[in-house]
C-alpha cells in the first residue's frame, strides 16, 4: 500500500531544511532539501508500519492547497510504499513450529539445510514477495 502525505520544508537559518508532516504530526530534518525529502519519507514509513502494527487507521491526506503553511518554506507531496518500506527496514524476527515428515527431515539436516532460510525462501516466492 503506498500512501501519500503533503510535507512542509522550512529552511533553516543554520542550514538545511525542517520537514513537517502536518498529517502525522511527525517532525524531522536533513542537511539539504534532498536528505529531508528522505528523512520525510523514512518518518512516514515509520509511523505508517507502527500504526498498521496497533490497527489503527491512517489518517487521510489533507489537499495540498489547503496545508498551512508560511512564506518561503516548500510544500510537497512525499509517497510511501509501506510494504517495501516494513521489507526493508522490519527485520524483526518471530519463532515458528514446524511440522515435516521424518524423512524430508533427516535429508535436510544430512545436506546441511538450514532450515528457516529454506522456509523464508519458499514463503517469499509462494507469496510473490522480493
Known amino acids: 500500500m503506498t500512501v501519500v502525505y503533503p510535507v512542509v520544508f522550512t529552511p533553516l537559518e543554520e542550514g538545511g531544511y525542517l520537514a513537517y508532516v502536518p498529517d502525522l504530526k511527525i517532525n ?3 542537511e539539504d532539501l534532498a536528505q529531508a525529502i528522505l528523512m520525510a ?3 512516514i514509513g515509520l509511523m505508517g508500519i507502527d500504526m498498521e502494527d ?3 487507521p491512517l489518517p487521510n491526506p ?3 492547497d489547503a496545508v498551512d503553511h508560511k512564506s518561503g518554506e516548500i510544500v510537497s ?3 510511501v510504499d509501506l ?3 516494513r521489507r526493508a527496514h522490519d527485520m524483526r524476527t518471530v519463532r515458528r513450529n514446524v511440522t515435516l515428515p521424518s524423512y524430508l ?3 535436510g539436516e544430512k ?3 538450514n532450515f528457516s532460510q529454506v522456509l523464508q525462501d519458499g514463503l517469499r516466492q509462494r507469496l510473490g514477495v522480493q
Do not use: M, S
Open 83 to 85: 510494504a517495501a518500506y
Open 77 to 79: 507531496l512525499v509517497d
Open 111 to 113: 545436506a546441511g539445510l
Open 62 to 64: 489533507t489537499r495540498v
Open 54 to 56: 496497533d490497527k489503527k
Open 28 to 30: 524531522t530534518h536533513g
Open 105 to 107: 527431515n533427516e535429508l
Open 41 to 43: 519519507r523514512d518518518a
